[in-house]
């Protein structure tokens, strides 16, 4: 692919920047180290205590409770453990688990000093991260089974407000469970034109996909501000509330946080699991693979590249419309302008960090969801730190693990190149 | 008759084909103008589904016309517009050229504009001469900064620069909204997020007071013609330029022509940053004379749209800045003046976006204009 490509390199290359990377990641997990130790272990006292059960629970489960101080020195103790084995060793495939385990830990460490003295609902926040992620989930899924089939999906972003657009005023109209099959199909529609542009008409897909997002948001907030706010009825969708799984949702801490959602978070999860299946398990989804790693072979095979493309594309709209209409019918049930807020772009990096695999968007959305609602909650804590910088942390670390742990992420062969068919 | 002269005259048969001047005129002037056009029209048809009549299309339509080339001050103000959006595109579409895909302008914009607004009211007692280049000087190596950490991730880890930079602007958002609402940058006395005033001496002048006082355009835009010939210079006759592009070209090949693909990409990132960056600064000093959230007003993303129309050709970055500029500055006009909402400027850009990157969907929609051509 032309501009989202990650340069190959020549083996020598690679061989050295794996092993500096290596390094890299040892005086990472050092450095975590003594942060660790001075910033949290320092200046903490008291008992942090986590609260696993919500007020409406059924079954209660005593608090967790831990001492701040005494935690982060254990945990500092273990990242700097990591860190010399990692630097002297060099730990092979393990690297990326300690990088990943020694995150984590920090992650703890600091919800630990942060709450110490206070106490802090665990399981909201778990609950509130699986909402959160559910557009960036919907919203990489959708990145992933188009550039599967080598088409660069930069129109997310577009698909996500166009299916909030159209779930807001659908729905206002002819009820919920409209909204979102409007909104499907609106998401589908700019799929297709996606498709039709970048296959047909040979657009440069990056070009198609700029423009795609230019129009949606031209067009919503237009319609928005010309329209909804004189007939405000058309804005004024119903939301869908929490469905309770029986005996499940009765469970401590899973059952609030999987089995006490709304439709989109069932929805967002089912479909993860349905294209993963689609994707590497069924004949079709082996096809618009090999569709988006070597075309002319495809061909040659008598797969129609083009019609495969234009399905994948299509379907990928009608994931993102889905995920667009969380945020209007799945959450506030108005549209606002510009409201999906870089989501779909998010989505994108989601789709890269999970290395073009459903689960791995998923895992890499959740990564974004859990951040998002831990400065949401953070800001109750009253922490002595700047919220902006609380902010500013998920992208830092999300930074840091594309750097550290995921590295050379490989795209489809074929992606972002047209295919002209002899 | 021998053979080379038969050779001669169908080769030059081939080449009067390939260069014909109607087809050039077709291309190069044709397809724009129709899908500005075209774009138009389907302007229109939008108003019309939303209840807009038909006078107060054609009101609208005249008022993005007066508001963007109309009068002086109308194109002071589409030259004003335009400023930014090619200072950044200029950035982007060096990117593009190394095959670089760098969604970070904004960032680098933003910072790049805080960075100048600092400068400019810090260093006080200080001659203008001195004062205004160091401001643009601050705003561009901010902005190369910021844009530097994508490129050296990229090269040092292989890290994709489509997601750092998405990333690094969003913490850069939060980064200058922090800054805005603390000092030393706040205003000393409010608590809203503003930055104190750029002093008169790190402001760029205006051009045209001279003719009325109100007239905003202003050295900037002298600094947008120095970009773009910069720009062409280095990208198409210096030794760096051609790596650059080689780079961009064939990465494989450029590597085995001995050059060092992790100095490109961080050359290539930091260069772009500071042309955002400089496109930061020039708001600051030149419109607005001081930061608030979101006085970059989008033109970092927008920018990408113009790289993109423009080709990444420093001359067609250039025009698509205008004409990006001058739908802007008219589409003010027209939602004073007709009461139609600003967004439908964006849903014209990107109709003009898409038709000028598929001149087949130009012909396809009005063939009767196009002399006719064999196959596609």
């Known amino acids: 692919m032309a501009m989202t490509d990650t340069a190959p390199l020549a083996k020598a290359d690679i061989e050295l920047a794996r092993r500096r990377q290596k390094k890299i990641n040892g005086v990472i997990l050092l450095c975590l180290a003594a942060f660790v130790a001075l910033a949290f272990g320092a200046t903490s006292e008291g008992d942090a205590v986590f609260r696993l059960t919500l007020p409406r629970d059924a079954v209660k489960i005593p608090n967790l409770v831990l001492p701040a101080a005494p935690y982060a020195y254990i945990v500092a103790a273990l990242l700097a453990f990591f860190g010399i084995r990692q630097f002297l060793r060099g730990g092979g495939r393990s690297t990326n688990v300690f990088l990943g385990i020694g995150l984590l830990l920090v992650v703890t460490a600091f919800l630990a000093w942060a709450t110490a003295g206070k106490s802090f609902s665990l399981t909201g926040m778990l609950e509130s991260t699986l909402v959160r992620a559910v557009p960036i989930a919907l919203g990489g899924l959708a990145g992933v089974l188009s550039e599967r089939v080598a088409v660069v999906n930069i129109a997310i972003e577009g698909m996500l407000l166009a299916g909030a657009f159209a779930g807001a005023l659908i729905g206002s109209v002819m009820g919920g469970v409209i909204g979102i099959v409007g909104a499907v199909a609106i998401g589908g529609l700019f799929g297709f034109i996606l498709a039709a542009l970048v296959v047909t008409h040979r657009v440069d897909q990056i070009i198609a996909g700029v423009a795609i997002n230019l129009f949606v948001l031209g067009l919503t907030s237009y319609v928005s501000s010309q329209v909804l706010t004189e007939y405000t009825w058309l804005n004024n969708a119903p939301v869908f509330r929490p469905i309770e799984i029986p005996f499940l949702s009765d469970l401590p801490v899973v059952g609030p946080v999987l089995f006490r959602q709304n439709l989109f978070v069932y929805g967002a999860l089912i479909m993860v699991l349905v294209a993963t299946y689609y994707l590497f398990h069924t004949r079709t989804g082996l096809r618009a693979r090999a569709v988006g790693e070597h075309p002319e072979a495809a061909d040659t095979l008598g797969i129609n590249v083009y019609r495969t493309r234009y399905i994948n594309v299509t379907l990928a709209g009608m994931v993102a419309g889905f995920g667009g209409a969380w945020f209007t019918l799945g959450s506030v049930g108005r549209f606002d302008e510009g409201m999906t807020g870089g989501r779909g772009f998010i989505g994108l990096a989601a789709m890269i960090f999970g290395r073009w695999h459903p689960v791995g968007a998923l895992m890499a959305a959740l990564v974004f969801g859990f951040a998002d609602s831990l400065q949401q909650k953070l800001a109750i804590l009253q922490t002595p730190i700047p919220s902006e910088f609380l902010a500013m942390a998920p992208y830092i670390a999300t930074i840091v693990l594309v750097a550290g742990l995921i590295g050379r992420a490989r795209p489809p062969a074929a992606d972002g190149q047209p295919y002209i068919k002899e | ?376």
């Open chain 2, 1 to 376: 008759m021998s053979e080379p002269g038969k050779l001669d005259a169908i080769s030059s048969d081939l080449l009067k084909r390939a260069v014909a001047d109607r087809f050039n005129g077709e291309e190069m002037i044709l397809v724009p103008v129709l899908s500005v056009v075209l774009a138009l029209a389907i302007g229109a048809i939008v108003m019309l589904a939303t209840g807009v009549g038909f006078g107060s299309i054609g009101q609208s339509y005249l008022a993005l016309f007066t508001g963007s080339v109309g009068s002086v001050n109308a194109i002071s103000e589409t030259l004003t517009a335009a400023a930014p959006l090619t200072l950044a595109g200029l950035g982007i579409a060096l990117g593009f050229r190394a095959g670089l895909f760098n969604i970070g302008a904004e960032g680098q914009l933003i910072l790049g504009g805080i960075a100048a607004v600092a400068v400019g009211f810090a260093l006080t007692d200080t001659p203008a001469w001195i004062h205004l280049p160091l401001a643009l000087l601050a705003g561009a190596l901010a902005g190369a900064a910021w844009a530097a950490i994508a490129g050296w991730l990229k090269a040092a880890t292989g890290a994709h620069e489509v997601i750092t930079t998405i990333m690094l602007n969003l913490i850069a958002l939060r980064l200058v909204d922090y800054l805005l609402r603390n000092p030393p940058i706040q205003k000393p006395g409010r608590a809203d997020p503003i930055s104190q005033s750029v002093l008169p001496s790190a402001e760029l002048p205006r051009l045209l007071t001279w003719i009325d006082p109100n007239l905003r355009v202003h050295a900037g835009i002298l600094l947008v013609v120095a970009a773009v010939a910069i720009v062409y210079w280095l990208l198409f006759r210096t030794t760096k330029g051609f790596e650059f592009r080689a780079a961009g070209a064939n990465p494989d090949a450029a590597r085995y022509a001995g050059m060092r693909s992790g100095l490109i990409i961080v050359l290539v990132m930091a260069t772009a940053g500071a042309l955002a960056g400089l496109a930061g600064a020039n708001q600051v000093l030149g419109v607005l004379g001081r930061a608030s959230p979101g006085f970059s007003g989008g033109a970092g993303f927008d920018a990408i749209a113009v790289a993109l129309l423009g080709r990444s050709h420093p001359v067609g970055v250039l025009l698509a800045g205008l004409l990006f500029g001058a739908l802007q500055a008219g589409g003010r006009e027209m939602q004073v003046a007709a009461g139609v909402s600003i967004d439908l400027i964006s849903i014209i850009q990107a109709l003009v976006i898409v038709f000028m990157a598929a001149p087949t969907l130009v012909r396809a929609t009005i063939p009767w204009v196009f002399t006719k051509q064999v196959g596609r």
